[in-house]
């Protein structure tokens, strides 16, 4: 499987966002596509329960309504992303040990320095942690 | 008595790539001892040292079960316990 994350510029800008007004909290949520396309189109923002500037975690009521959102409309979570507000846009042992869908880029924002942030895209699977190239794509 | 279990993408190797199954029990952990008996390898991965696992969550319907007894949270004819895994992870 040769891996890149096809990704619309308006969906990073919109990650990116996020990511920036929640600060110095971490920010996360998916990106969902349809089940089989690996293309991330509905960007669906996530409450972080954690509330914290270390930790992320999807309120597990918010989780079920999404998971039951996506199977009704066959979609999956194609992108997972979070952010990192301290450090390096790299996968946490913390992120390793939850990541459990292999079949998603698990993209992670450090927006540690104000200006510029960091943008990079994953797969963990099995414990294993990829990194693969972010391929932006303009609007047409 | 039967119970529909939702299994998630992660688990379905478990349950030859069904993404729910049918089970009894009165319980969370009956039901979840009901699949294992045919689907082994499942209950490792829900269940650590008596307790649903941190990287787990188990729902009865739309109720969480860890806010409703945990593994002891009953089970009706008809419901549906749902399993996801928790996504969460950070800097820390």
Redesign the interface.
Same mark, same amino acid.
């Given at each position: 499987m040769t891996d890149v994350l096809r990704i619309h510029r308006d969906l990073v800008d919109e990650i990116v966002a996020h990511a920036r007004r929640d600060h110095p909290d971490?920010a996360?949520g998916?990106i969902a596509g349809p089940e089989g396309s690996d293309r991330p189109l509905r960007f669906i923002p996530?409450l972080n329960a954690?509330r914290?500037?270390? $930790?992320?975690? $999807?309120d597990?009521?918010d989780?079920?309504k999404l998971?039951r959102e996506m199977d009704a409309n066959d979609e999956?979570p194609v992108v997972?992303y979070?952010s990192?507000?301290?450090?390096e846009a790299y996968?946490?042992r913390?992120?390793v040990?939850?990541?459990?869908?292999? =079949?998603a880029h698990y993209v992670l924002v450090s927006t540690r320095d104000p200006e510029e942030h960091e943008f990079r895209s994953y797969r963990i699977v099995e414990g294993v942690i990829t990194e693969e190239p972010v391929e932006v794509v303009e609007a047409e | 008595m039967a119970v529909t279990v939702s299994i998630?993408?992660?688990l379905r190797t478990h349950t030859g790539g069904e993404k729910s199954v049918e089970a009894a029990g009165k319980t969370v952990l009956e039901v979840i001892d009901d699949v294992e008996s045919r689907h082994s390898g499942l209950k490792a991965r829900l269940v650590k040292e008596e307790k649903l696992h941190r $990287?787990v969550?188990v729902?009865v319907n739309?109720e969480?079960v860890?806010f409703a007894g945990g593994l002891d949270a009953e089970v009706k004819d008809g419901d549906t316990v749902?399993i996801?895994?928790?996504?969460? =992870? =950070?800097?820390?």
């Amino acid at each position: 499987m040769t891996d890149v994350l096809r990704i619309h510029r308006d969906l990073v800008d919109e990650i990116v966002a996020h990511a920036r007004r929640d600060h110095p909290d971490e920010a996360c949520g998916v990106i969902a596509g349809p089940e089989g396309s690996d293309r991330p189109l509905r960007f669906i923002p996530m409450l972080n329960a954690a509330r914290s500037p270390t $930790f992320y975690e $999807f309120d597990s009521a918010d989780l079920l309504k999404l998971y039951r959102e996506m199977d009704a409309n066959d979609e999956v979570p194609v992108v997972i992303y979070h952010s990192h507000t301290a450090t390096e846009a790299y996968p946490s042992r913390t992120d390793v040990s939850y990541a459990s869908e292999p =079949g998603a880029h698990y993209v992670l924002v450090s927006t540690r320095d104000p200006e510029e942030h960091e943008f990079r895209s994953y797969r963990i699977v099995e414990g294993v942690i990829t990194e693969e190239p972010v391929e932006v794509v303009e609007a047409e | 008595m039967a119970v529909t279990v939702s299994i998630p993408t992660i688990l379905r190797t478990h349950t030859g790539g069904e993404k729910s199954v049918e089970a009894a029990g009165k319980t969370v952990l009956e039901v979840i001892d009901d699949v294992e008996s045919r689907h082994s390898g499942l209950k490792a991965r829900l269940v650590k040292e008596e307790k649903l696992h941190r $990287f787990v969550n188990v729902y009865v319907n739309d109720e969480d079960v860890r806010f409703a007894g945990g593994l002891d949270a009953e089970v009706k004819d008809g419901d549906t316990v749902t399993i996801l895994p928790a996504v969460a =992870g =950070g800097a820390r």
